[in-house]
């Protein structure tokens, strides 16, 4: 059982920002420029203490490339934490809409892996690891 206070406090303490606390889950935060944003990285406290990881790719990035295509290239990018006991959890397309008139601007293919950990120290330790992996993946480019 890992107390989320505790929890945000021991990431917080290591350098790590976060950017909210949903129930037991603590979002992690990364910087893109100026602009804090969701990093994509949850740790969940509680009983069940894990760690997941959203990696995704564009439709824009490789307009041609099919859906399975994207998410094998998102597989073979994950292959680095599923050989440490990441699992996959979900595979899903999310469309990105405009705000103003609903229409798809794009589409992100999102692979979620997710890793039990056994205590605060292991979650933190994992955190800082997975928050270093590239979850943007370009299909084509080097990983």
């Not at 603590?26 to 069940?48: C, D, F, P, Y």
């Not at 290239?73 to 397309?93: F, M, N, Q």
Request: proline share 3%; hydrophobic share 40%.
């Amino acid at each position: 059982m890992i107390d989320v206070k505790e929890l945000k406090k021991a990431l917080v303490d290591t350098g790590l920002e976060v950017f909210r606390v949903r129930g037991d889950e603590v979002h992690l935060a990364e910087r893109q420029n100026l602009h804090l944003m969701e990093a994509r990285v949850k740790i969940a406290g509680g009983g069940s203490p894990a760690v997941t990881v959203v990696l995704h790719a564009q439709r824009s990035d490789a307009p041609k490339l099919p859906a399975d295509g994207m998410f094998r290239v998102l597989r073979e990018h994950a292959e680095v934490l599923t050989r440490d006991g990441y699992e996959e959890i979900a595979a899903d397309p999310r469309e990105i809409c405009s705000v103003n008139d609903g229409a798809v601007l794009d589409v992100w293919y999102e692979v979620t892996l997710r890793r039990g950990v056994g205590s605060l120290d292991e979650a933190v330790r994992e955190a800082r690891r997975v928050i270093g992996t590239e979850r943007y993946v370009i299909p084509g480019s080097a990983h």
